[in-house]
């Protein structure tokens, strides 16, 4: 009988001896138990414990940062235990992952799914028997709405020989490989700009391929900000948005979160001093995910596209007046016997392109370093710059007219084209050729751009140079021909009348850059342009009437004229951008990526025009195919919906769409098939049958 | 080597080119109205619960309190618990002191917090709170103007327009009511500073609470 006691309350004994954890507590959304990597410890010594939890699908709890909205748990001591209250150690915290909650606005930070949050405890040198740890977890979960839940838990641990507990040993022990290391090489962040350039340097996980997030531990930056990426061959730069207006002080600390193309993820732990951006850490487009970059298109093959580009460009409305001059002053000098300075003129014409096209380069390269990214077109997107290329194209149309004269004077043949002066002339005509060209460079050669302005610096500049060398190739050739001068037909009355034909086309790029100052910032703007028109005008006719006071006065004049309308240009236009010409005849959204997930999740075929009001081919292609009856009635029948982008005024979620798609600009067209995921890039010239044979093929 | 024309001409194109390439960078900068203390605090136009137009501009001369709510929000909860009350407290002494309080729920329909004008008057009666006002605000523009993230989301303006203090209500975030007795109350502490003609001594700190259910 005794036996029979002794043997049973032995099992009892056993049973009771055996777990080191009491069963999961359940907070409300989430499962919560204390575990531990031993089930018997020695005194003294410090093991991993952890807080383990499983969520509710679709709930989650934050990080030691929660960002912008939440709390992270935390445990509270409760004095029921045996071991004291500073035995528990913080948390050590896995890598987050990103809790968008509003997108673009409202970002945390935090796990969903389980987590399991190790921390160290002390057992103390005197324990013996057991230890018992009792605690209050205090954890804020949420889904759409938050709720704040408690849960009473507790670990025991019988204090002996150390026995490992091998399956929590082995799950803390995951989750510690995901707490971020330290940073094995350089970071410093430049926080004396906008946006702050966080610099990275030295480690040799960083590849173009993979995704870097900063996240920080406090509230420096703003949590919803993108953060552009650009590599170098030495590291990496990230675009960190400052939160409000507060400089950084000291050290900016986080950790880094680096995602593989292969998904695995893995962070370092950073304080990064301020200072500037580290060498060959920046410049480099990000490759992702099967896109292949642009690298497997080949410099050579970008720049003899580009070189194609620039010989087009001599056929553009805005050059090509500007080279007819130049033509008409080939033919005067071959006439009055200059014709063999014709091979120097050439080249200094083709040395002047070269280098304002270098300076373009320049320019681009330089808003990328400042912004992060870069589209052409972007110059018509600024309103002073609008303003005043108009006024440009004016000032040359009246030159062009006859109303003032400048050194390459076409009436004076022999005296002024003196060998030097000449060259000088060429030089310059050359600038001019390029000044003129720049407004027409984006919007007719967008696709030959797309892939190279995310390219180091200087592919940009090879390619603009290509460009510029395409741009002044015929008229270099042409001086190189022997016995050119028979060839040409002689001077005389027709040139002057063809110079000031040209100005014609002048005056109407001059208009067209008007109605994209309308759209920019507003009819005033416009009217001031206008004003300021008048006042060159006014200017050159009294500076024509001779005398020092009154060209001094034409001078201020002149000034005025270009600066004021620049600067009533740059207040934006008081109405809201209107999607460029559709009208409410057609039936069109405005496109976002979320618009176009839902349409293609319902399985509609989505058309998206990518636009602006100063894209010139864009307007072409709305008039001869967009909106022509055919294919809108196509597009009804099918129910394609149509999504306009309408880059007009820098966009940056626009702008990194062309980015994504290597577009150095507008046009762009994309086709969803209906319900595809990936779009099909269209062709910058659009015509009926293709569009309409889109809708066959889908 | 260079005549007068051409030089002039040289000028000319050089000052083009630099001119275009300098707009080119310098069209970096954006403007948008920036929310911080120091700074005017944006000029709204609400609805407020009663159906009424409630505008900033008609609180000119007074100091007005901007509380940011969402009724099923444990952390908004937490402070118009009953005791301590906390909020109501806080309304009731604006009230006295003649300072706007103004309640703004930029709850977007169907989510956390969205209430009808009734609704909302039924809410403030059945808390014994005391808002000026309660502002509608479902499409999320004055949340947004404001750069709210949470509620509760505190703003102090002072009578002359500018903003005396923006960001959580006390300093211990939590949405425990016992942490509210031990907490520092920024929002008092700046109106009391207010009524003094004295500098606000914390303007602006870290918000704590529900994310706003914008749309």
């Not at chain 1, 670990?155 to 399956?167: H, I, K, S």
């Not at chain 1, 990526?593 to 602006?612: H, W």
């Given at each position: ?16 001896l ?41 709930w ?21 235990s ?13 890598v ?110 960083l ?83 099967g ?5 497997g ?19 553009m ?72 290329l ?28 003196a060998?030097r ?15 003129v ?10 696709a ?99 005398g020092?006071?009154?060209?001094a ?65 864009c ?29 007009t ?15 150095a ?33 889908s | ?15 083009a ?57 444990p952390?908004?909860?937490?402070h ?33 917090g969205?209430?009808?004008g ?37 703003f ?44 606000v ?15």
């Amino acid at each position: 009988m005794i036996r029979i006691f002794a043997s049973i309350l032995a099992v009892l004994l056993i049973g009771a001896l055996a777990p080191a954890t009491a069963a999961p507590v359940d907070g409300g959304h989430a499962r919560v138990e204390l575990i531990a990597e031993r089930s018997s410890v020695q005194p003294g010594e410090t093991i991993y414990a952890a807080l383990k939890m499983d969520l509710d699908p679709n709930w989650h709890v934050y990080w030691r940062n929660a960002g912008d909205a939440g709390l992270p748990p935390e445990l509270i001591y409760r004095d029921t235990s045996t071991v004291p209250g500073g035995a528990i150690g913080d948390f050590v915290w896995p890598v987050p992952h990103l809790l968008p909650v509003v997108e673009g606005e409202i970002m945390d930070y935090g796990y969903s799914e389980q987590v399991i949050l190790p921390f160290p405890l002390m057992i103390p040198a005197n324990a013996s028997g057991t230890v018992q740890l009792d605690v209050v977890a205090d954890y804020l979960i949420c889904e759409d709405i938050c709720v704040p839940e408690t849960a009473d838990v507790s670990l025991t641990l019988t204090v002996g020989q150390p026995v490992p507990d091998t399956m929590n040993g082995e799950m803390i022990a995951q989750w510690i490989a995901k707490v971020p290391l330290a940073f094995v090489g350089d970071v410093r962040v430049d926080a004396s700009g906008t946006p702050w350039k966080l610099s990275l340097r030295g480690e040799p996980g960083l590849s173009r391929d993979s995704g870097i997030r900063f996240f920080p531990f406090a509230h420096e930056i703003s949590h919803p900000a993108p953060q552009p990426v650009t590599f170098g061959s030495d590291g990496a730069t990230l675009s960190l948005t400052q939160a409000g207006q507060t400089p950084l002080e000291g050290n900016l600390d986080g950790v880094l979160v680096i995602e593989q193309a292969d998904g695995t993820r893995f962070g370092y732990e950073i304080s990064a001093e301020q200072g500037p951006v580290f060498e060959n850490t920046a410049g480099l487009a990000a490759i992702r995910s099967g896109k292949g970059g642009a690298g497997g298109t080949g410099l050579l093959t970008l720049a003899f596209f580009a070189l194609i580009g620039g010989l087009i460009l001599n056929l553009m409305p805005c050059v090509l007046p500007v080279l007819s001059i130049k033509a008409m002053g080939m033919v005067s000098a071959a006439a009055s016997g200059h014709a063999n300075e014709l091979r120097s003129h050439g080249i200094w014409y083709t040395v002047g392109v070269l280098v304002s096209f270098a300076a373009l380069a320049g320019a681009i390269v330089g808003v990328r370093a400042a912004t992060g990214s870069a589209t052409l077109g972007f110059q018509l997107q600024n309103g002073p710059t609008v303003a005043i290329l108009a006024l440009i194209m004016f000032l040359i149309g009246l030159w062009l007219m006859g109303l003032f004269e400048l050194g390459t004077s076409i009436q004076n043949t022999g005296s002024t084209l003196a060998s030097r002066n000449g060259a000088a002339g060429a030089f310059f005509t050359g600038v001019l050729a390029a000044v003129v060209g720049a407004p027409c460079v984006g919007p007719f050669l967008g696709a030959a751009l797309g892939a190279v302005l995310s390219q180091p610096a200087a592919a940009v500049f090879i390619v603009f140079l290509a460009m510029g060398f395409g741009l002044a190739l015929p008229f270099l050739l042409l001086s190189f021909v022997p016995g050119l001068q028979r060839v040409l037909p002689k001077p005389g009355k027709w040139m002057e009348t063809l110079k000031q034909f040209f100005a014609f086309p002048m005056f109407l790029t001059a208009a067209w850059l008007l109605s994209v100052l309308g759209a920019l910032s507003g009819h005033s703007a416009v009217a001031w342009t206008v004003a300021g028109a008048t006042a060159i005008t006014f200017a050159i006719w009294l500076a024509r009437r001779g005398g020092v006071p009154a060209r001094a006065v034409a001078a201020a004049v002149l000034v005025v004229g270009f600066a004021y309308p620049a600067l009533r240009a740059s207040a934006p236009a008081a109405a809201e951008g209107t999607s460029s010409a559709y009208a409410a005849k057609y039936e069109t959204e405005a496109w976002s990526p979320e618009r176009v997930a839902e349409l293609t999740a319902q399985g509609r075929p989505v058309f998206v025009d990518f636009t602006a009001t100063w894209c010139a081919t864009c307007q072409l292609n709305k008039l001869s195919t967009l909106k022509s009856a055919a294919v809108q009635d196509a597009f009804a029948d099918a129910n394609v919906a149509f999504l306009v982008a309408d880059f007009t005024r820098k966009d940056p979620v626009i702008a990194e769409e062309l980015k994504r798609r290597e577009r150095a600009g507008v046009p762009m067209y994309l086709w969803y098939p209906a319900g595809a995921s990936e779009p099909e890039i269209l062709p910058e010239i659009l015509s009926k049958d293709l569009v309409i044979g889109l809708l066959g093929s889908s | 080597m260079f005549s007068r024309r051409n030089f002039s001409l040289a000028a000319g194109m050089a000052a083009a080119v630099a001119l275009t390439a300098g707009a080119m960078i310098a069209s970096t900068a954006n403007a948008s109205p920036l929310v911080a203390p120091g700074e005017p605090a944006p000029a709204f136009i609400g609805l407020d619960s009663e159906g009424q137009s409630v505008a900033l501009a008609d609180f000119a001369g007074k100091t007005v309190v901007l509380e940011w709510t969402n009724d099923g929000c444990p952390f908004v909860q937490k402070h118009y618990a009953a005791p301590p009350s906390n909020m109501q407290s806080l309304q009731a002494d604006a009230a006295t002191d003649d300072v706007v309080w103004l309640s703004v729920i930029s709850s977007a329909p169907g989510k956390q917090g969205h209430v009808s004008g009734t609704q909302a008057n039924a809410l403030t009666a059945s808390r014994d709170a005391t808002p000026a006002h309660v502002i509608l605000d479902p499409s999320g523009d004055i949340g947004r103007l404001y750069g709210a993230k949470t509620t509760p989301h505190m703003f102090v303006i002072k009578p002359d327009g500018m903003l005396a203090y923006e960001g959580a209500i006390d300093s211990k975030p939590s949405a425990r009511v016992s942490d509210i007795d031990t907490a520092t109350n920024y929002v008092r502490a700046a109106l009391t500073s207010l009524a003094a003609d004295e500098p606000v001594e914390v303007a602006s700190s870290k918000p704590y609470g529900c994310s706003v259910k914008y749309e």
